[in-house]
T-cell receptor, first 113, second 117 residues
Framework: EADIYQTPRYLVIGTGKKITLECSQT?????MYWYQQDPGMELHLIHY???????EKGDLSSESTVSRIRTEHFPLTLESARPSHTSQYLC????????????FGEGSRLTVL | AQSVTQLGSHVSVSEGALVLLRCNYS??????LFWYVQYPNQGLQLLLK??????LVKGINGFEAEFKKSETSFHLTKPSAHMSDAAEYFC???????????????FGKGTKLSVKP
């Protein structure tokens, strides 16, 4: 069973607020990812990391930022939330050697009013 | 660039009927292909994967998929649907062919499977 946790699961917040979505995994995985998921759309990769102090932008441009100070922790931050940021954000992790198996958290559903 | 097309955003079957979810991919190199399942209010979990070994791949919960290079397809099937199969299913292809240094996945838009009693 995957051990990857996201908090909060649901967040409703006003425009202009700063938010941080937390993601932690206990599997010791080097690679971590953030995907954005909207109904009827592909999952889009917005950030990923190969390991500590590594962060890369994915194929979908995002105003969010990420950090990777510890192997197990990969938070995503929006400095000033807008209604266009309303979405579900999924965190995932995998071993460094490519197996294709991503382990996903349950997601954080963000609503910006 | 690689891409994935899932035909049908919503598929409805009766319990006990065959499940067929379609996936076509585009890739200039031999791909790795995957099916993930997402149950309501949960994250995605891996159902099965093709990594250039056997073309017929068996996964969890009785699902299987066949890689057909000539048709650039990787359709997901299950002989007999169960109520618990109701979920959203995502096909994915790896970026970079044989994995590469990134190994990031490109997902399709998903197909929501409903199972009628």
């Amino acid at each position: 069973e995957a051990d990857i946790y996201q908090t909060p699961r649901y967040l409703v917040i006003g425009t202009g607020k700063k938010i941080t979505l937390e993601c932690s995994q206990t599997m010791g995985h080097d690679k971590m990812y953030w995907y954005q998921q909207d109904p009827g759309m592909e999952l889009h990769l917005i950030h990923y990391s190969y390991g500590v102090n590594s962060t890369e932008k994915g194929d979908l441009s995002s105003e969010s930022t990420v950090s990777r100070i510890r192997t197990e922790h990969f938070p995503l931050t929006l400095e000033s939330a807008r209604p266009s940021h309303t979405s579900q954000y999924l965190c995932a992790s995998s071993e460094f050697g490519f197996t294709g198996e991503l382990f996903f958290g349950e997601g954080s559903r963000l609503t910006v009013l | 660039a690689q891409s994935v097309t899932q035909l049908g955003s919503h598929v409805s079957v009766s319990e006990g009927a065959l499940v067929l979810l379609r996936c076509n991919y585009s890739s200039s190199v031999p791909p790795y292909l995957f099916w993930y399942v997402q149950y309501p209010n949960q994250g995605l979990q891996l159902l099965l994967k093709y990594t250039s070994a056997a073309t017929l791949v068996k996964g969890i919960n009785g699902f299987e998929a066949e890689f057909k290079k000539s048709e650039t397809s990787f359709h997901l099937t299950k002989p007999s649907a169960h109520m618990s199969d109701a979920a959203e299913y995502f096909c994915a292809v790896s970026e970079g062919g044989y994995g590469g240094s990134q190994g990031n996945l490109i997902f399709g838009k998903g197909t929501k499977l409903s199972v009628k009693p």
